[in-house]
């Protein structure tokens, strides 16, 4: 029986370790001790394990570890489909609008007009110039590391290339006022 029982202990410890470092992985609360300091218990109340006193079988630990395995595969996967639909929705740099109050641009103003603010807004990628994929790389390669206050931006911003005309506004206190240069007319990568 010799044999039997160190292997058992093995399996069970082997177990203990793949249980914590799941639950440490997926956020699962392990911290709670259970009477002999097992953590049977919680497998059973997840569902994984079977409801008896006793060590586990080799087949039962196999099937315990292949669930855990299978949910981390699911989860991995469900990961990766979320990356992948996230790089999709990237849009290129577009002009996009708002419907906000005046009070809402953040400049100051205290008025109920509403207005549309134009903005731009999306991905530059496509327009990046040589100067571009230098500067990334050197940043990469940690060759501007001495510059560390200089922060060199290795992209094109999608920023606006032209405004709209100036918009005037009556404010809460029947004052008109006029802002220029605030809501965009055209965008482009610079």
Aim: net charge positive; hydrophobic share 30%; charged share 25%.
């Amino acid at each position: 029986t010799q044999p039997y029982l160190s292997t058992a202990m093995f399996c069970r410890c082997c177990l203990s370790l793949l249980f914590r470092y799941y639950s440490l992985r997926h956020g699962l609360l392990i911290g709670v001790v259970h009477r002999g300091g097992s953590l049977f218990p919680l497998l059973r109340r997840g569902g994984l394990l079977p409801r008896r006193g006793g060590l586990l079988s080799e087949g039962e630990l196999k099937q315990v570890i292949g669930t855990l395995v299978d949910r981390k595969a699911r989860r991995d996967a469900q990961q990766s489909k979320r990356t992948k639909r996230a790089k999709k929705r990237a849009k290129p740099c577009s002009l996009r609008e708002v419907e906000v109050t005046v009070s809402q641009l953040g400049l100051g103003y205290v008025s109920d007009e509403t207005i549309v603010f134009h903005y731009c807004s999306g991905k530059c990628t496509t327009s990046r110039k040589n100067y571009d994929l230098t500067l990334a790389f050197m940043k990469r390669s940690r060759l501007l590391t001495k510059y560390k206050k200089d922060k060199a931006r290795h992209s094109p911003c999608c920023r606006p290339t032209a405004y709209e005309e100036d918009i005037s506004f009556l404010d809460n206190f029947n004052k008109y006022h006029t802002i220029q240069e605030f809501s965009a007319k055209a965008c482009g990568c610079i």
